[in-house]
């Protein structure tokens, strides 16, 4: 039997391909294409690589199969989920809550950064950014994000064009889209690693991308490779909560989840092999930051017979991979909108884009008009990157873990992983719930505190 917090049927994913292709589509991102790279540029490579690829396993496969299997169970939101799973009284519920401000602030710059995609279409088919000389790319980048008109209409245009394809309703179109669309992604990924390990320095940066030096790994950089397990996972904020309510009965989670992150890393690592060999051909600083993608990617595409023309449509599909992201974030405020405060679906779409207009122009003009104005020593853009990834989805992982680990207890949660014992995977259960009870929460917690320099 199962259960509706609400009572009601919901609608859900039709086809256990539509649920793989559906979650992997919240996961992959400008977080592989984008951030992935940047972040590993920035803190040293290789060993930054080690340790997210063990945070992923250690602790985002099990958190992300928690929130998958209690969104399953309840059916509703992240909220009504956890309220109607823990024992009265119990205010687990508050994850739901620190979720959705999670989506605010992740949706504010991400959308800059989805901005900036889009607008390099624009520039790639012009022919402006096409260029090897790191002079030419940078002065592009810098010319864009430091221009606050068109940081602001850039990204309204992209919160506009998401909350037309939530509005129509298309949302299954733009999900069968991205469906046929990112083989190509792909491909093209393999075409830029192809160029990208052709160029003359091409083993500099297969060696920072794949020597570790451990003496570059310290708790910050542990906190932040584990921020983007989370962040790259979508999980600690109730996403993965909300399109477990939309799966199938009869879906093996462990191994949807499993197949999920293993494309979701696959990309990344193409994303990170076509890039470090063309920075160090090129000359271009690993550690550039949020820019390295930007300025990167034209130089590759230089190097290629229609790299014009090829990289705009790099650019197209990023911006499908990102629509995807941005579109099972933003999922979650309206759904608990929707169906906390009874607003109607279309009200509740229009009341999140306005408060992410509000919120995100501050994002948008991190890198111009609001370049000085600093909260702890971080631009808004920034704060909402750190403030997000590393502390709201490492703390909703632990509640999340501890939630199934102690509150929630093994046999419910045998039940619902083992599909009332259709499928037989006791074994993998029983590791992940002791992943879930003691390792993945003290792990998580120890990281934190570390890396925040709390002790
Ligand atoms: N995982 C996406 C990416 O890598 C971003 C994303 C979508 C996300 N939904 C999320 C991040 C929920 C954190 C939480 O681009």
């Not at 990344?268 to 600083?285: N, T």
């Not at 169906?339 to 003009?365: D, I, N, Q």
Request: include cysteine.
């Amino acid at each position: 039997m199962t259960q509706y917090a609400h009572g009601l049927k919901r609608v859900g994913f039709t086809s256990g391909f539509g649920v793989l292709a559906a979650t992997l589509g919240s996961a992959v991102g400008l977080g592989n294409i984008w951030k992935f790279p940047y972040l590993t540029g920035a803190n040293g490579g290789a060993g930054f690589l080690l340790v997210y690829l063990l945070a992923t396993l250690l602790v985002g496969l099990p958190v992300m199969i928690a929130e998958i299997t209690l969104g399953r169970v309840a059916k509703a939101n992240p909220i009504s989920t956890l309220q109607a799973l823990a024992p009265r009284r119990q205010p687990w519920w508050l994850v739901g809550v620190a979720g959705m401000l999670a989506a605010f602030l992740i949706l504010s710059f991400y959308s800059e950064v989805v901005a900036w995609v889009f607008a390099y279409v624009v520039k790639a088919a012009r022919g402006s950014i096409l260029s090897s000389d790191r002079q030419v790319t940078e002065a592009a980048f810098g010319a864009l994000i430091s221009d606050p008109l068109q940081s602001l209409l850039w990204q309204w245009g992209v919160l506009v064009f998401i909350g037309s394809i939530l509005l129509l309703g298309v949302t299954k179109g733009i999900e069968a889209l991205t469906k046929k669309l990112m083989p190509l992604l792909f491909l093209l990924l393999l075409l830029l690693c192809l160029v990208s390990l052709s160029l003359d320095k091409a083993a500099d940066g297969l060696a920072f991308l794949f020597k570790p030096d451990f003496s570059k790994i310290t708790a910050s950089v542990v906190l932040t490779a584990m921020g983007l397990a989370f962040f790259k996972l979508s999980i600690g904020m109730g996403t993965m909560m909300t399109y477990g309510s939309y799966f199938r009965d009869e879906q093996n989670i462990p191994l949807t989840t499993f197949r999920v992150m293993t494309a979701d890393l696959c990309v990344s690592m193409l994303a990170g092999i076509a890039i470090f060999p063309a920075v160090f051909s090129f000359g271009f600083e690993p550690a550039a930051g949020p820019a390295l993608v930007f300025i990167t990617i034209p130089a590759v595409f230089s190097q290629i017979p229609m790299g014009q023309w090829l990289m705009v449509v790099f650019f197209v599909l990023a911006a499908i991979a990102a629509t995807g992201a941005m579109l099972s974030l933003m999922e979650v405020p309206v759904v608990i909108l929707n169906e906390r405060l009874g607003l109607s679906r279309p009200k509740a779409t229009l009341l999140t884009l306005f408060l992410l207009v509000l919120v995100g122009s501050g994002c948008a003009l991190s890198n111009s008009t609001l370049a000085h104005f600093k909260l702890f020593g971080l631009t808004l853009f920034d704060l909402f990157d750190f403030v997000s990834s590393n502390i709201i989805l490492p703390a909703g992982g632990i509640f999340i873990a501890l939630f199934v680990g102690w509150v929630w207890g093994i046999d419910k949660f045998r039940l619902a992983l083992t599909n009332h014992s259709q499928l037989h995977n006791e074994k993998l259960v029983q590791a992940v719930f002791l992943l879930l009870r003691y390792i993945s929460p003290l792990l998580i917690l120890i990281v934190m505190l570390k890396g925040l320099n709390v002790f």
